[in-house]
């Protein structure tokens, strides 16, 4: 009997993590993969950009219209991520959580060839859209991917699964800082193979996902297919009791029943939204505004700004994505002492201009503290923040969230990389100023406002979340009668 157990434990284990790897690699880490690869080939693609143009004109460009194209490709990616985000919803609703990640490949398939063929085509253009098209594929698997693990998982593994949607986004940096060494596909030659290696984690995704289950919430909730969520569930959980599991997707259904996937603008507009829309704008902006993601898009110039000798600067950007990893890998610390940690150490993280060079401390002082920062970044807010819109949000309102969240996080991305150059260029040692602010907001709405959703089913953190936003209704909400719906319209 006991053997049987451990047996069922094993098997239980073991799909929730192939799972998890399947749905991550060809997720988030194609989001971190892709926005770490574009730091190592900077100068070369620059100067592709800049041999084109005067191929084609006889002119060279400006150095503020180099810059101003490189932070376009730059940018493009975020962009592409924005119309990503905005279809993640209805392709979740229509197509399901795993069908969505695997048709997403078509994006990546799309975006490698572009990029193997921009340099024999001489067409600098090429890269933009590739970088428009890996960004899209980015905006859908990182609204999508949380979603279908978070659906996927018991509710006492849910915080830690959660966090592998971070470990994979460290994780696809890191390799991305890898495979950029000058050794590996860094060089000036082998830049167009570099950007078009984002093809292999798709590949990968699209060999293992097909083999594995579908989210049980999403076929009971959204299809009403009964069977096809135990089937799920089996697979998923062994051949355990499922009875108080199914429970709890039962009353969900109940209290999803008559109710059509809300769109949305329409989250906006209800009362018993009001905490989760404000939780979801403020920290989802914040993740974004606090500057994190632009250092490893742009680490070789802050690198280059602090002084870093040019031959090492690549191995300290593998530091970088090393420090997040590391701290997604082992963090247990929450997501309102990661905001305020940040805010901390934001506040200590200037490089320092070349004319503090007689002071050979304060290079080491300045790279000190620009790991700390992203050491603090992965403590909470990388993992957390990315899935409030599956923890705060029901089957209903969800895929609309995780839309109005990826949107407002892919926007402020935008900003900031078309901005972070200039910043830096105007700011120098003082760089890190603007991003003070955001933690300290962070810290400060997280500690105050943000409430607890640790080993709670959904259905408990919607009735707390209904208190907070009725404090003077003593009943909570009315739940209807059970009742298959097919929720397919967003």
């Known amino acids: ?36 690869i574009i730091n190592a080939p900077t100068l070369h ?4 950009t800049n041999e084109t143009w005067q191929a084609r004109t006889g002119e060279p460009l400006p150095d503020h219209l180099v810059l101003l194209m490189w ?3 730059v940018s493009l990616y975020p962009l592409g991520g924005l119309f990503g985000a905005l279809l993640a919803g209805p392709l979740a609703i229509t197509l399901g959580r795993k069908k969505s990640l695997l048709v997403n490949n078509i994006f990546v398939v799309s975006a490698a060839i572009l990029f193997g063929f921009s340099r024999k085509a001489g067409s600098f253009e090429m890269i933009m859209l590739g970088r428009l098209l890996v960004g899209v594929n980015a905006g859908v698997s990182m609204n999508i991917q949380p979603m279908y693990l978070g659906e996927s998982a018991p509710k006492e593994l849910r915080g830690a699964v959660a966090m592998s949607s971070a470990i994979f986004t ?19 030659q082998a830049w167009p193979l570099l950007l078009a290696s984002c093809l292999v984690p798709g590949a990968l995704q699209l060999a293992s996902l097909p083999l594995l289950p579908e989210s049980p919430r999403y076929l009971l909730i959204d299809c009403g297919d009964t069977e096809a969520c135990l089937a799920a569930l ?23 029943q008559g109710c059509r996937a809300r769109r949305p603008w329409e989250l906006f507009q209800h009362r018993a939204l009001r905490r989760q829309v404000t939780s979801l704008v403020v920290l989802g902006s914040a993740m974004e505004l606090c500057g994190n993601d632009s250092v490893y898009a742009y680490a070789s110039s802050v690198f280059r700004k602090a002084g870093v000798p040019e031959a090492k600067i690549q191995y300290a950007i593998i530091g970088t994505g090393s420090c997040e990893l590391l701290t997604a890998v082992v963090s247990v610390a929450g997501v309102d002492e990661g905001w305020g940690v940040q805010a901390g150490l934001t506040s200590t993280s200037p490089p320092p201009r070349p004319r503090q060079s007689s002071f050979p401390w304060t290079l080491y002082l300045a790279m000190a503290c620009i790991f700390a920062f992203i050491l603090s970044f992965g403590i909470g807010p990388a993992g957390v923040t990315g899935i409030l819109a599956t923890e705060l949000f029901d089957q209903m309102a969800r895929p609309a969230a995780c839309m109005v969240c990826g949107a407002l996080m892919w926007i402020m991305l935008i900003l900031v990389g078309l901005g972070f150059p200039f910043i830096m260029e105007a700011l120098s040692h003082f760089l890190y100023v603007p991003f003070l602010g955001v933690c300290v907001c962070g810290a400060i709405y997280t ?5 607890e959703t640790k080993g709670k089913t959904f259905q408990e953190i919607s009735k707390e979340l209904h208190r907070l936003n009725f404090p003077r209704r003593a009943q909570g909400p009315t739940w209807r009668s059970l009742e298959v719906i097919q929720s397919t319209e967003l």
């Open 447 to 451: 500690g105050l406002f943000l409430p």
């Open 234 to 256: 089996r697979r998923l959980r062994g051949s355990g009791d499922l009875a108080g599991e199914l429970e709890e997707l039962e009353e969900e259904r109940a209290a999803c």
């Open 71 to 73: 932070s376009l490709i």
């Open 170 to 188: 460290a994780l696809g940096i890191v390799m991305g800082q890898v495979v950029g060494l000058r050794e590996l596909l860094g060089g000036p």
């Open 45 to 48: 693609i620059q100067e592709f």
């Open 1 to 36: 009997m006991l053997h049987a157990l451990l047996r069922s434990r094993m098997i239980q284990g073991r799909i929730l993590l192939l799972t998890i790897c399947a749905a991550g690699i060809g997720g988030t880490f194609q989001f971190g993969y892709n926005l770490s």
